[in-house]
Nanobody
């Protein structure tokens, strides 16, 4: 059974940190590009950060550059998103997406809520 399971969300004060995890099972994870996306009510889902299958290439949305770091551990089938210096505008549901670029196959996780508030 294919699964992507996010965890690590929660309530944090402005300036705080969280680390999100995305654990994959049921497919060959190390062949997939992975992205972290976020969505707030009434808005489209946006790409926050992406990482290549071997971890050698990373990209970030301008709004999170210098604050967020995406990494992966293929031995653990896991991608992480370290989020520092959090702002209220980072509040959203964060989703993990795995993409097999040769075929376009996509898997999504169920999301984890991040709330930045004092």
């Amino acid at each position: 059974q294919v699964q992507l399971v996010e965890s690590g969300g929660g309530l944090v004060q402005p300036g705080g940190s969280l680390r999100l995890s995305c654990v994959a099972s049921g497919f060959t994870f190390n062949n997939y590009v992975v992205g972290w996306y976020r969505q707030t009510p009434g808005k489209e889902r946006e790409l926050v950060a992406g990482i290549s299958s071997d971890g050698g290439i990373r990209n970030y949305a301008d709004s999170v550059k210098g604050r967020f770091t995406i990494t992966r551990d293929n031995a653990k089938n896991t991608v992480y998103l370290q989020m520092n210096s959090l702002k209220p505008e980072d509040t959203a549901v964060y989703y993990c997406k795995a993409i097999y670029t040769p075929s376009g196959r996509v898997y999504w996780g169920q999301g984890t809520q991040v709330t930045v508030s004092s």
